[in-house]
């Protein structure tokens, strides 16, 4: 994983910046800053800061000066993200209780008192009878995100919009815990198998394992949920080969952790991790509500970190086990700022406040929604047969490619196949279907059927 950049020092280069209306030098900066950088570090800080358009650079090497952007108009933002004032920063529209808690979560570390877990955060939620959520922004959620699906079998609508759901979900994921690769980097990465010159593989390795655990979420949909099974194993499949220790994939920790910029020291004692763990999980499993459940899953289980790295993930994706169950609109955290998701975690880990992670949420399911009702729109109605058979479509293409099979060998396992698992009255349609798909198979589409490119690469050299 890429090292993290402090926030705290972006924060103090904005600050200083802010103060040289007509522009900053490398050299105003570096004299202003109570911490004093490096010279090549603060250079490393300043084209950050500009590659994430929070600054603007006019002129080259030693005449570079550096401004905040300009900021047009003072109206209230409510498409799109809103730019903090006098800061250039890229925010969403929050609530008072929201904007609170940012305040508090931003000032310097050593003025924020340090904090351990407290149980009696988790103890306290009863399901059903405790709400993060109010009864009016559920059923607000609801008319956003339900669809005619509802009564399919789960994980319909997913399945749907799968091929975009699962770029976006792994893309955003990874962006919110600093990956650099681009959304095009990460097509290309999952479609093509191309990894991004300049890129560090922990940064692949982290986009790819995404893959994996959205397979598992949206592929086994009716039998996940919030047990041990599934979300140990979203743990193994997110966390696979980024771990110091191997052994760490897949089970909570016996280890003390620490975390980044924050005053919050998570449970030590391996007991009460468990115990904790399996409270959090039979809490999650009785809530009715989908989004309340969701969300609770946002807030616990970073907060609990029963995990040696990679928990913020878990709970992102653990967050769209109801959604897809469901067949509702999944959850990708399109657009969400990463300050704004930052500031919102830690005032669950600092205060046990979820008012500014409630906004970040909120916010981010309504974006989705629209992002998705869109991709359904132009993909059309699905066809029920691909539907009803889409485990066994997908399993005898992949078949045909990874066993290398030509055109005369894979005709006769389509219909030994078909024989085999499909009704009668069925087997004459699975057989097209199949043959067509196989017949239309190009690099740009081979990633549906979980085919590598070296191996469709070798196949289409023998199909003749």
């Known amino acids: 994983m890429p090292k993290q950049v402090p926030q705290a020092e972006l924060d103090a280069v904005l600050q200083v910046v802010d103060r040289f209306p007509e522009g900053a030098s490398i050299v105003d900066i570096s004299g202003a800053l109570a911490a004093k950088l490096p010279r090549r570090t603060l250079q490393r800080r300043l084209a950050l800061l500009v590659e994430q358009e929070r600054l603007t650079v006019e002129g080259r090497s030693r005449g570079s000066r550096y401004r905040l952007p300009v900021i047009a108009g003072t109206g209230a933002v409510v498409a799109g993200p809103a730019t903090v004032q006098g800061r250039g920063e890229v925010y969403i529209p929050i609530s008072p209780e929201g904007e609170a808690i940012k305040q508090v979560v931003r000032a310097p570390i050593q003025n924020r008192r340090p904090v351990g ?4 955060f988790l103890d306290s939620y009863r399901p059903n009878v405790t709400f993060y959520l109010s009864p009016e922004t559920r059923q607000r959620l609801l008319e956003m995100g339900r669809s005619t699906d509802r009564q399919r079998p789960a994980g319909t609508y997913a399945r749907q919009v799968y091929r975009r759901l699962l770029i976006d979900l792994s893309w955003n994921s990874s962006r919110l815990e600093g990956n650099t690769y681009s959304l095009l980097e990460t097509e290309r990465l999952f479609e093509l198998g191309e990894t ?11 986009i790819l394992n995404h893959r994996g655990a959205i397979e598992l979420l949206v592929e086994h949909a009716a039998e996940v949920g919030f047990n041990r ?3 140990l194993n979203l743990h193994a499949l997110l966390s696979d080969n980024l771990l110091a220790d191997p052994q760490a994939c897949g089970r909570l920790r016996t280890v003390p952790v620490g975390i980044a910029r924050t005053v919050y020291h998570p449970p030590e004692v391996p007991q009460i991790i468990d115990e904790c763990f399996q409270q959090l999980l039979d809490t999650a499993a009785a809530i009715a509500d989908p989004f309340e459940q969701a969300f609770f899953a946002m807030v616990q289980l970073p907060y609990l970190q029963p995990f040696e790295d990679v928990n913020k993930r878990v ?3 653990a967050a769209n086990l109801p959604l897809i169950r469901d067949n509702l609109s999944p959850l990708s955290f399109v657009d969400v700022p990463d300050r704004a998701y930052i500031d919102g975690t830690l005032g669950v880990y600092e205060l046990n406040r979820i008012e500014l992670l409630r906004d970040v949420f909120i916010w981010a399911y309504e974006r989705s929604c629209a992002r998705y009702a869109a991709v359904r729109q132009s993909l059309g109605e699905p066809d029920p047969f691909r539907l009803r058979y889409r485990v066994p479509l997908a399993e005898a293409v992949a078949e045909i490619v990874t066993g290398g099979m030509d055109k005369k060998t894979a005709a006769g396992f389509i219909k030994r196949r078909a024989a085999e698992g499909i009704p009668r009255e ?4 699975f057989i097209e279907v199949v043959e067509t798909a196989v017949m239309h198979l190009h690099e740009g589409n081979i990633a549906r059927y979980r085919v ?3 191996h469709y690469q070798k196949w289409k050299a023998t199909w003749r």
């Not at 877990?117 to 009696?120: D, K, Q």
């Not at 991004?196 to 982290?206: I, P, R, S, V, W």
């Not at 069925?426 to 349609?429: P, T």
């Open 315 to 317: 709970s992102r994706l």
């Open 452 to 454: 590598r490119p070296s």
């Open 426 to 429: 069925d087997q004459a349609r």
């Open 229 to 231: 099974y599934t979300i």
């Open 117 to 120: 877990y407290n149980r009696r």
């Open 196 to 206: 991004a010159e300049g890129k560090e593989a922990l940064e692949a390795q982290m």
